[in-house]
């Protein structure tokens, strides 16, 4: 990255995690904890292993959910409906830091892997569950995807436009949820090395997590009784603050959000002390009550101007602005290329660019482990926890587990 820092070890060097995992929720929290060096055993089912893995096959067979959040990580598959699959598991969590999930309601209780069986056998265990709506509620039950949950928390109503709401495009719930499990985890992990309790149980709700974050609209409606309408590419919060196409046909985006970025606004970027000087524009709560007048002018002036030229004067002017961009436009970014933010990941079909993780740590360059076949680490990982190798062959023999699928399935 054009820097020179002197090598450290990773952050969680030592730190192994087993996951039960499927989607992206709990993928995103453990590919987090392996990007900071933790070791991350992602036990699977032998047939078909995380669903995830079928999604679509865009990535030369592989699909492209998949490959986002499980670089870096090693799978074994395990069958966990039978007895010797369950044994084995238990074999596997003696010897690991913190246990994560986000299976179906009701999974865990199956295994015989509540907090509190966990407890009791694995006591220095950190155990993390991610699940859509935590207990103890009218919903608890129900299956959740990152739409669901997104639709009951109200995302989607303050998402798209009046009249036509719009779930936002990434999965915002599943990997909000997975962050927020991650920074439990290292939370935990801090408490446990500073003498605190010796495991601990986590749960983190996929709709919780998106109450929080609706939580400016929360509270908005909560004291002035208004549902505020989405707006597309704008706030209902301040203005200006939208997208607006300009003369060469691209789309520039402007904001600001105090009233002496508006003075400068109007003034040293469009050249029009008038709305400067409007009574009707002088705060942002005016400027939002008058937003069509106010957008009406600064679309006009826009659309008489190229965005090289825009973005230029902004700049000068302090004025917050960007380049609306297409996903193929952002994957040739300058702001990625330039800063060498792609590197090379090796997988099942051999190697593909993948992002560096935002954290940007002196003197640590993050691993970027390869992404797993189903089953490629069974046979060493099951070894090394002390099985012997008839006792692998036998769990081979009954189909409990899986030695290594190469490529797609």
């Not at 900071?36 to 959910?65: S, W």
């Not at 004025?319 to 994957?331: D, F, K, S």
């Not at 046979?379 to 926890?385: G, M, N």
Request: proline fraction near 7%.
């Amino acid at each position: 990255m054009g820097e020179h820092h002197t090598a450290r070890p990773a952050p969680l060097a030592g730190v192994t995690v087993v996951a039960l995992e499927q989607a992206v929720s709990a993928p995103m929290c453990t590919r987090t904890l392996a990007d900071l060096g933790a070791r991350v055993l992602k036990v699977e089912n032998p047939d078909g292993g995380d669903f995830a893995r079928h999604y679509d096959d865009v990535v030369e067979g592989l699909a492209a959910h998949f490959v986002w959040v499980n670089r870096g990580k090693e799978s074994v598959a395990l069958n966990l409906k039978s007895a010797a699959g369950l044994e084995v598991l238990h074999r596997l969590l003696d010897h690991a830091d913190v246990l994560v999930s986000n299976l179906a309601p009701g999974a865990t209780a199956r295994l015989g892997i509540t907090p509190a069986e966990l407890a009791e056998h694995h006591p220095d265990l950190i155990a993390v569950e991610i699940d859509g709506f935590g207990a103890g509620g009218p919903l608890s039950g129900k299956r959740a995807y990152d739409l669901l949950v997104q639709a009951e928390a109200g995302v989607c109503a303050v998402t798209g436009l009046a009249g036509a709401p719009a779930k936002p495009g990434p999965p915002v719930a599943d990997v909000s949820a997975g962050l927020y499990a991650a920074i439990s985890i290292l939370a935990t992990l801090y408490a446990r090395a500073q003498g605190g309790r010796r495991g601990s149980a986590v749960s983190v709700s996929l709709f919780d997590t998106m109450a929080e974050v609706m939580g400016y609209q929360l509270t908005y409606t909560r004291h002035s009784g208004i549902e505020q309408q989405p707006l597309g590419m704008s706030s209902p919060a301040v203005a200006p603050y939208g997208a607006y196409p300009t003369r060469d046909n691209q789309t520039v985006v402007l904001g600001t959000t105090n009233d002496g970025e508006w003075q400068r606004f109007s003034r040293a970027l469009m050249n029009r002390p008038d709305l400067a000087e409007d009574a009707r524009l002088r705060t942002n709560p005016d400027r939002v009550r008058h937003r069509d007048l106010l957008d009406t002018e600064i679309r006009a002036w826009c659309a008489d101007h190229d965005l090289a030229d825009i973005q230029r004067v902004a700049d000068a002017a302090g004025i917050g602005n960007a380049r609306y961009n297409t996903p193929a436009e952002v994957l040739v970014h300058p702001q990625l290329t330039d800063r060498a933010r792609w590197r090379a990941v090796d997988t099942p079909v051999g190697p593909i660019p993948s992002l560096l993780p935002p954290p940007i740590i002196a003197g640590f360059e993050p691993p970027m482990g390869a992404v797993p076949a189903l089953g490629e680490h069974t046979l060493a990982v099951l070894a090394e926890i002390g099985l012997t190798d008839d006792e692998i062959a036998l769990l081979g023999v009954y189909g409990l587990i899986g030695t290594g699928t190469v490529g797609p399935r």
